[in-house]
């Protein structure tokens, strides 16, 4: 059983798009690997920006990620956390005077893990480092633990993966900029003592970086991990003028990926 947690360069990079493509190569595209169907669990520990519908809060991400797992989750075990706002999701969080946890994250976790299912992948949220808030010291008098500067002690996301040690692919959204975040973000994960196993390069955007494949072959040098996919950027309407779905765009995407080295 291999259990992985997508993080990217940023919000926006595609972290839900290959999430879903790294699941339909698992579910349909790769099962000469391990000649059989893998079961794939998917787990998106928080949300913010969802609809309501019929009383219960329904992330965009958490209804993709359903929608190509295959452990007949439901979206809210998919995504028990979840905000309307789209902000930032302890801002979210404290306007309605909750805190997000790292153990209510790691119960829920660990609820999907029991699935068992040979594959668990878990979404990020935003970036590497995304706050949880300050660590209280317990939430009946909810006093802010201070540091050394006497600031407010924070936790991450970040701090959860540590805690579970969950293997990490770091999708780099292709654009004027990326050099910087993929290697700040792959030297943080590293530093957290986690290991980066892989790395994607995923065109999120309609609009080409300029020097696209020099700026890859940078990152390919720089980075000690394999690149297991170059992902281009695939337009809601074809060449020939049809509809491309996001199903369309999935399958075409997973077929892709390189997953021999996320199953060693
Ligand atoms: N390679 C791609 N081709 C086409 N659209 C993409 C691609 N990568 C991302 N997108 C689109 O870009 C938007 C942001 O991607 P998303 O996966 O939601 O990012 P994140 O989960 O990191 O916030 C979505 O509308 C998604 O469908
Ligand atoms: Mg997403």
């Given at each position: 059983?291999?259990?992985?947690?997508?993080?990217?360069?940023?919000?926006?990079?595609?972290?839900?798009?290959?999430?879903?493509?790294?699941?339909?190569?698992?579910?349909?595209?790769?099962?000469?690997i391990t000649n059989k169907v893998m079961k794939v669990a998917a787990y998106k520990p928080i949300s913010a920006g969802c609809e309501l519908i019929d009383g219960q809060l329904i992330n965009e991400d958490a209804k993709l990620l359903s929608e190509f797992a295959n452990c007949d989750q439901s979206i809210s075990h998919i995504n028990p956390i979840a905000f309307e706002q789209p902000i930032a999701p302890h801002i979210a969080a404290k306007k309605q005077n909750e805190q997000i946890?790292?153990?209510?994250?790691?119960?829920?976790?660990?609820?999907?893990?029991?699935?068992?299912?040979?594959?668990?992948?878990?979404e990020g949220a935003g970036g590497w480092r995304l706050p949880l808030g300050p660590v209280s010291t317990s939430s009946q008098n909810n006093s802010e633990i201070k540091n050394e500067d006497n600031k407010?002690?924070?936790?991450?996301?970040?701090?959860?993966?540590?805690?579970?040690?969950?293997?990490?692919?770091?999708?780099?959204?292709?654009?004027?900029?990326?050099?910087?975040?993929?290697?700040?973000?792959?030297?943080?994960?590293?530093?957290?003592?986690?290991?980066?196993?892989?790395?994607?390069?995923?065109?999120?955007?309609?609009?080409?970086?300029?020097?696209?494949?020099?700026?890859?072959?940078?990152?390919?040098?720089?980075?000690?991990?394999?690149?297991?996919?170059?992902?281009?950027?695939?337009?809601?309407?074809?060449?020939?003028?049809n509809d491309v779905s996001y199903l369309e765009k999935i399958n075409r995407t997973a077929k892709k990926i390189n997953l021999s080295v996320l199953m060693k």
């Open positions: 059983m291999k259990q992985f947690f997508v993080t990217a360069t940023d919000t926006d990079a595609g972290k839900t798009f290959v999430s879903c493509a790294i699941i339909r190569a698992f579910t349909h595209h790769h099962n000469t946890t790292i153990a209510d994250i790691k119960i829920n976790y660990l609820q999907v893990k029991s699935l068992n299912a040979d594959v668990t992948l878990v407010p002690t924070y936790q991450f996301l970040s701090d959860f993966v540590k805690e579970t040690d969950l293997e990490v692919i770091l999708i780099v959204n292709m654009k004027l900029g990326c050099l910087n975040h993929a290697l700040l973000t792959y030297e943080t994960i590293t530093a957290d003592g986690l290991n980066c196993v892989a790395w994607i390069a995923n065109c999120a955007s309609s609009d080409p970086m300029n020097n696209l494949s020099e700026n890859i072959f940078e990152l390919e040098k720089i980075l000690p991990i394999p690149k297991i996919a170059q992902l281009d950027f695939i337009a809601d309407v074809d060449e020939e003028g």
